[in-house]
């Protein structure tokens, strides 16, 4: 199988020749076309990290990993092909502000377009929080935006580090030693932000008490275009799917081991309402998500897909897209007669 989906970064590539110089930044491709970037392939050098190769081409930690199983993390080797995970399957619903994909551990934004501007999206690795400090799912907006913010430690996160013979003050000012790194933005949800670190070796892990943690100049980028009220969508997609021309494509990550909590910002009152975690529902089979997006994505648009393909996808589980099915021309027809 052809795991760098070339007839799929082709068709792509038409889409991302104009984009600005961060690597980061995509052209909105047009209706009908899902996908952005594509898969590429570089020569490790003796001194890099899979950590270091994955920074410097807005990859994290998993993303790149999980695209070279083989290679040593820490010693890929002088000369060793590595794979560069950068196509994505933009994820359903609104393309609209900033959506955080957990099982992903990728942030998207998508910038208000004006009249005869050229729309474009912008997406950046982060991290999540682990397993018992779950990063809220929902729908929220960014209430306030600190430069050189002061890290005001939760008292559950101080007692968790005195347990562990690390205390912490009550308050953590500005400078090396902050978590929050050089900026932070401040959802609705109470206790939530999106910031940036001292720590970028973590970023693309599942390792944070619940915020979303991203590379210190992705972070600053994206911090002066953001505006107070941007809505902010947290999701669960392990699998997305969406079209490259007449191509079905899907593209898979693991399912998160739990589900977090859903929390919802009241766009009148800014109340926030939460689902407590015995109200939610078991964690959903890789099928079951397959199922969701095929029927999400071919519901204005007839398609086939190929269940054996999917499965191999699914066991992979590398986010690498791949082609999986088609369109059904004149499905309507089609049915008619049978």
Partial sequence: ???????????????????????????????????????ATITARHEDT?????????????????????????????????????????PSGPRKGIVLNLAEYRLYYFPEVRDGETPYVMTYPISIGRMDWETPLGNTTVIS?????????????????????????????????????????????????????????????RVTHGCVRMFPEDIEFLFGKIDLKTP????????KMGWVGDELVMEVHPVLESAAPQAEEDSTTGEV???????????????TYVTEQFIATTADRAGQLDWHLAEELIEHSDGIPM???QEIKNAATSAASE
């Fill in 232 to 239: 902010v969508r947290i999701v669960n997609e392990p699998v």
């Fill in 323 to 325: 082609a999986v099915g």
């Fill in 273 to 287: 309402k939460e689902v407590a975690f015995e109200d939610l529902p078991p964690v959903k089979d890789p099928l």
């Fill in 1 to 39: 199988m052809n795991r760098a989906c070339g007839a799929i970064a082709a068709l792509v590539c038409l889409f991302t020749l104009a984009q600005p110089a961060r690597a980061e930044i995509y052209e909105l491709p047009p209706e009908g076309y899902d996908v952005i970037g594509s898969v």
């Fill in 145 to 205: 935006k600190v430069r050189n913010p002061s890290w005001y430690v939760p008292k559950s996160v101080r007692e968790e580090h005195a347990a562990e013979g690390r205390p912490l003050p009550a308050v953590v000012p500005p400078g090396p030693d902050n978590p929050l790194g050089e900026y932070a933005m401040r959802l609705g949800l109470p206790g939530y932000l999106i910031h940036g670190t001292n720590r970028p070796a973590g970023v693309g892990m």
């Fill in 50 to 90: 899979l950590v270091d190769i994955a920074r410097r081409h807005g990859l994290g930690y998993h993303d790149i990993v999980r695209a070279n199983p083989d290679v040593n993390v820490w010693l890929p080797g002088a000369g060793t092909e590595i794979v560069l995970p950068t196509q994505y399957v933009l």
